[in-house]
DNA sequence: CTAAGCATTGACCCATGCGTGAAGGTCAAC
DNA sequence: GTTGACCTTCACGCATGGGTCAATGCTTAG
């Protein structure tokens, strides 16, 4: 199937699957015409990558699942040793989310500290999802 | 006063305050050759720059607030009507501080969700911490 | 023949607050 | 006059995941 196909059987765009591509993330034959030509495994592959993308991983991070990605992925992973590097993936990703987090929650609780009458209905409601 | 004594009472560099000044945040005399020259208020209003972007607020909020920058900005904000504007920038930015904390705090959850075993320690200090 | 609709590579754009050179002019002291 | 410490204006770099042209080639139907 040719790039456009591939495009619309995974929800994405054309740019995205050459993205993806150039990250090392797909392959693709060619056409004498230089067109890519994508076998049908390769629509499991590239949801796989949005998959990860859409649960906090980066494109780098992904990378190191690379061979992981012609399955389909588990909803939940379990823990095989088999798989250790990509569980410090996951782990240095979680810890950097984190840090993100705090910094940004120090950010808004000085603004907060500082513009008092702003406070309530967030802070509430961060409460409650903690 | 020359941009680097004034770089050194505001604990900055050369290079934030040229940018300070190109976002129209600073404004500076020129000697003869081209040299940057500052009136001690400066010193004022650049560390009420640094005040407000450390409080969490971007430049283009500061921008908001360059009416306010030239007299000591105080620890807490009392609400008063005369200000409204301002307040008003406080609240957005308080608004998208909570949108990315938000948005990174579901991805980190998903992640969580499906990486069981790598929860734990931050999930504890993440609910000590709200 | 030609137009429409696909494909190609290449390259700039986004936001953020500066860091970090490069290449050069100015000023005070020795 | 020359060294060294200051200053000047560019202008690229960062991290992220592509968006969005531009200029051009391929393919197929009318």
Known sequence: MLIGELAAQTGTTTRALRYYEEQGLLESDRTPS???????????RVRNVRDLLASGFTIDNVKSFVRYLDTDLPEVFEYSPSCADGYGVGARRVAE???KIASLT???DILVHRMPWLASPNDAAQKEAA
Chains 1, 2 share one sequence.
């Open 97 to 99: 989310l984190g840090e």
């Open 34 to 44: 230089g067109y890519r030509v994508y076998s049908p495994h390769a629509v499991t």
């Open 106 to 108: 120090r950010m808004r």
